[in-house]
């Protein structure tokens, strides 16, 4: 795969008004009136270029003297993406939850090794459609005491937790929005993790069994959930997800592939690093992610659709897919989600969001899609 490919996968891979309003919550879906009366009580931020690549890229040691595991103070948030939660809790993310892309840029690639061009581009997805585009900061959860009263219907509280237009169905730790919690340590689902473990991976999970679980969670959700939709860019992000822990929660000494229970337990329920971790390389994470996602799809292909009724799953051929054309997922992605959930933007928030839209293509500048401007060019 071409690392445009890469790319595409990953993105799918987050009150009272004048007083009230977090600094942290997403301004999308508010209706032009709400804007102007909460924009201007704003601490607006212009937000610095992405970081870049950081000089040194070797196995390195993490969970060291300046990054020790803490537990939750109240009001910290923590959301349904592992990978951030062990970061904040060991302080490469500020530990209250709350960052800036910037801060969530470096952190994914000093903390787990993540190449630069990936850490940018999802980290601006997510920024674009979960994250306060005025003041430069995202919640990796969601709601919790720390973001005050909600704004009015029909914001988007901000932050992770948002379902389906970052986060999705048939996650293999986190229940379906359906039943009512899709951020939370799902013991039953661990259970299911570690029980795949053992039937396909000895005792570890690998990629024989990330095929096999993948499949099974797309089987339980068509049965179970209704509403259950599998759909670009969560048709991406669901396969990344299951190639992540290989990537990421493995030492990096290690390179056998193999991710063993009490490690993985410690990363999805306890957001902690095993003490002496080291991480991984990141000039061998491309490979593995574009080999990882091959084998993780072609083992149980399924197309994009959606269920009308449990069961009963009905495939949608308008969604970007593994084998249709790759720039259709920015597309859609720019034109359709971004745009729906800003659809007059004026003043300081267009300004962000041009901005911020320019961040999340400059790792594509070299895919061959042309950039999308759904403003206008600024």
Not at 18 to 34: D, H, M, T, V
Request: aromatic content about 12%; charged content about 15%; some cysteine.
């Amino acid at each position: 795969m071409t690392r445009f490919f890469e790319l595409t996968i990953i993105i799918s891979l987050l009150t009272t008004i004048s007083l009230g309003f977090p600094q942290y919550a997403s301004l999308a879906g508010l209706s032009e009136r709400e804007l102007d009366i909460i924009l201007p009580t704003l601490q607006a931020r212009k937000a610095p270029p992405p970081p870049p690549a950081p000089n040194d890229t070797s196995v390195k040691l993490v969970n060291d003297k300046k990054h020790p595991w803490m537990p939750l103070r109240p009001g910290d948030i923590r959301g349904p993406c592992p990978g951030l939660n062990t970061l904040a809790s060991h302080g490469w993310l500020p530990r209250s939850g709350v960052a800036t892309p910037s801060q969530i840029v470096n952190a994914v690639q000093d903390g787990f090794g993540m190449p630069n061009f990936l850490a940018v581009f999802v980290t601006y997805a997510a920024m674009l459609v979960d994250g306060n585009l005025i003041t430069d900061l995202l919640s990796i959860g969601g709601k919790t005491p720390a973001t005050g009263p909600d704004p009015p219907k029909p914001a988007i509280v901000g932050g992770l937790d948002t379902h389906a237009v970052f986060e999705g169905d048939s996650s293999m730790t986190r229940g379906d929005a359906f039943f009512g919690d899709n951020h939370s340590f799902n013991e039953t689902l661990f259970d299911q993790f570690v029980d795949f473990s053992n039937r396909f991976g000895g005792g570890n999970y690998n990629l024989t069994v990330a095929a096999e679980l993948r499949w099974q969670r797309i089987q339980q959700s068509i049965a179970t959930n209704p509403q259950f939709s599998f759909v670009a860019p969560r048709y991406f992000t669901a396969y990344a997800e299951t190639i992540f822990p290989l990537m990421f929660f493995v030492d990096g000494r290690q390179t056998d592939g193999q991710l063993d229970m009490t490690t993985a337990r410690g990363f999805f329920q306890n957001n902690k690093m095993p003490d002496g971790f080291f991480r991984s390389n990141r000039s061998i994470l491309s490979d593995e992610l574009d080999d990882g996602i091959n084998a993780v799809f072609s083992a149980h292909p399924i197309q994009p659709g959606k269920n009308e009724g449990v069961g009963n799953y009905v495939l949608d051929p308008t969604s970007a897919s593994f084998e249709g054309d790759g720039c259709l997922l920015y597309t859609n992605f720019v034109n359709q989600t971004v745009r729906s959930l800003y659809p007059t933007p004026k003043g300081a928030l267009l300004d962000a969001l041009n901005q911020n839209l320019d961040f999340f293509f400059s790792p594509m500048k070299d895919s061959g899609c042309p950039q999308i401007f759904p403003y206008g060019k600024p």
